[in-house]
C-alpha cells in the first residue's frame, strides 16, 4: 500500500463532521481488506494535527483575469511568476514577478469589475495536497487544508485522502498521513470552525501553519491561534510589516506562541555579525558601535526590522526616534541610546533589484561602523549574490572585516517548516528580538 485515491464529497451544502470521520475510516477499512498478503500495518496519525490555511488568492485573481492558466497550488513557480510579470506590465507597475500590496490591490479591483459569470475560475486547484514529502514523511500526522474560494457561496466541500510514502524496514508497518481539505468562501469557512477544530486530533501537539497576512480580527484565525500550540507565520509576505509585526507582539503578549519561519532565514546573518566579534580585540570595541546601514531588497522591510531588532536587543540599545524620509531607497532611520548613552543611528534602506529573488526582502548588505576613528569595530557584510561594492562605498572599506554571506541552502517555506516542526517550543531569542523591534515601530 503506497496511498489512497482521493476520496470527494461534492455537495452544495457545508459539509459535517461525521460525514469527513466516515471517509477517512473507510479510506483505512478498504486498505485493510484489500492489503491480502501483506503485513504492513498502516499507523495513523500519531504525531500531531496541523492546519494549513492556504489562500492563494493572487492566483486565483490572476486566472480569473486571464493571466494564468495553470494550476492553483501556491507553488511560486515559473508560470505564476510569468504571470505576475504580465499583469505588472499591463497595469503599468515595476515587474518584478512578485505580488506587492499594489499589485495585489490593483488585481483586486479589476477582478471585481468582471460581470459575476467570468468570475467563476475554472483552473484545477490542487491546494492541500503539494506538502506530502515535504511535512508527512517522516510524520504520521493528520493535516487539515482550508482553501478559501471566489464567487458564489455554495457551502464548504471536503476531499479526503491517506497517504503512506515511508516504508520502514521491517515492512510490517507504513507511515501515513491523513489529508482533509476543505474548500469554500471565506465566509463558508468561517461557518465551519467548530469543525475545524474538532478535526484536531486530542492529545496531539496542534499547529497553525496561516498562509496569509494574520487577521486577529477575524474569528477563524482567532479561533485556530487559540486552540494550537504554535502558530506558524511567513512574515516575509506580509502586506504591511510595520503594522503586522506589532500584531505578531501583540499575540505573543497574549501568550500565543508564534513561529515565524522569516526569521530562520536571518539566521546566517546573524551567526556572521556575532563571530565578527569573537576576537577578544574586536570584542572590546562592541561599545564604539554607533552607526549601522541594513540594506534590504526593495518590497518588504520585515527581515531588516527583525535583524535591527535582533541586534538592538543583545546590546541593549534602547529606542529612542524612528523617521522614515522615503526617495528612491524609502529610507528609514532608527535613533537608539546604548548603555554606555552613546548615540547610535540605524539607517534601512531599501535596494531595487535587478533580478528579484523569491523571498521578498532579503537582507542585501550590512555595515557597522564607528564615529571614533581608532575603533576596531568597522564590519562588512553582504549577500553573495550582491557583492560588497555598495557598503565598501561608504568609506573606512580597508579597515574593515569583510565578509559574504551565503543564504540558507533551502529557503522555501516547505522546507523551514520541516526543520520548524523538528525543533518547536518557545523561541526566547525571536520573542525578545520581536519586541525589540515593535518598541522601535511604535515611535513612528
Not at 102 to 115: N, S
Not at 153 to 172: F, H, L, M, N, R
Not at 391 to 414: H, I, L, N, P, W
Request: aromatic share 8%; net charge negative.
Amino acid at each position: 500500500m503506497k496511498s489512497t485515491p482521493l476520496v470527494a464529497l461534492q455537495k452544495p451544502k457545508d459539509i459535517s463532521l461525521n460525514e469527513i470521520e466516515e471517509e477517512l475510516n473507510g479510506i483505512w477499512l478498504s486498505q485493510a481488506a484489500g492489503s491480502g498478503k501483506t503485513t504492513a500495518v498502516a499507523t495513523r496519525a500519531a504525531t500531531f494535527s496541523m492546519v494549513i490555511y492556504e489562500p492563494e488568492e493572487f492566483q486565483q485573481l490572476l486566472a480569473g483575469l486571464g493571466f494564468f492558466s495553470g494550476q492553483i497550488d501556491g507553488i511560486h513557480g515559473t508560470e505564476t511568476r510569468e504571470a505576475i510579470k504580465e499583469a505588472q506590465k499591463t497595469y503599468g507597475f515595476s515587474i518584478t514577478g512578485r505580488v506587492d500590496s499594489h499589485t495585489l490591490a490593483k488585481l483586486r479591483e479589476e477582478f471585481a469589475k468582471l460581470p459575476s459569470d467570468r468570475q467563476k475560475i475554472s483552473n484545477l486547484d490542487g491546494r492541500g495536497f503539494s506538502i506530502s514529502e515535504a511535512i508527512a514523511a517522516q510524520n504520521p500526522c493528520r493535516i487539515i487544508t482550508l482553501c478559501p474560494t471566489m464567487g458564489e457561496d455554495t457551502g464548504v466541500t471536503a476531499q479526503v485522502s491517506a497517504y503512506c510514502p515511508i516504508q520502514q524496514k521491517s515492512e510490517e508497518s507504513l507511515i501515513c498521513a491523513e489529508y482533509i481539505t476543505l474548500r469554500g468562501t471565506k465566509e463558508a469557512l468561517e461557518r465551519v470552525d467548530d469543525i475545524v477544530e474538532s478535526l484536531l486530533i486530542p492529545d496531539l501537539p496542534k499547529f497553525v501553519w496561516w498562509k496569509a497576512t494574520p487577521n486577529p480580527e477575524q474569528d477563524l484565525f482567532k479561533r485556530l491561534s487559540g486552540c494550537s500550540n504554535c502558530l506558524i507565520v511567513d512574515s516575509c509576505y506580509f502586506s504591511d510589516p510595520e503594522s503586522e509585526l506589532l500584531k505578531m507582539q501583540e499575540l505573543i503578549e497574549q501568550e500565543t506562541y508564534i513561529a515565524d519561519l522569516n526569521w530562520h532565514r536571518l539566521a546566517p546573518w546573524q551567526e556572521l555579525s556575532a563571530a565578527a566579534f569573537d576576537p577578544p580585540e574586536r570584542r572590546m570595541s562592541l561599545g564604539e558601535i554607533d552607526n549601522v546601514a541594513i540594506d534590504y531588497e526593495k518590497g518588504n522591510a520585515t527581515q531588516a526590522l527583525m535583524f535591527l531588532g535582533w541586534y538592538a536587543s543583545r546590546l541593549d540599545w534602547k529606542p529612542i526616534s524612528f523617521t522614515s524620509e522615503g526617495g528612491d531607497y524609502d529610507l528609514k532611520y532608527v535613533k537608539f541610546k546604548a548603555p554606555n548613552d552613546k548615540e547610535v543611528v540605524a539607517e534601512l534602506a531599501a535596494i531595487p533589484a535587478a533580478d528579484y529573488g523569491e523571498i521578498p526582502g532579503d537582507l542585501v548588505g550590512l555595515r557597522l561602523t564607528s564615529s571614533n576613528p581608532n575603533a576596531n569595530c568597522c564590519t562588512i557584510l553582504c549577500s553573495e549574490t550582491t557583492g560588497c561594492m555598495r557598503m565598501e562605498a561608504g568609506g573606512s572599506a580597508q579597515s574593515c572585516r569583510t565578509e559574504q554571506v551565503t543564504a540558507t541552502s533551502d529557503q522555501k517555506a516547505e522546507s523551514l517548516m520541516t526543520q520548524q516542526l523538528q525543533r518547536w517550543g518557545r523561541d526566547v531569542l525571536y520573542e525578545e528580538s520581536l519586541a525589540l523591534t515593535a518598541k522601535i515601530l511604535q515611535l513612528r
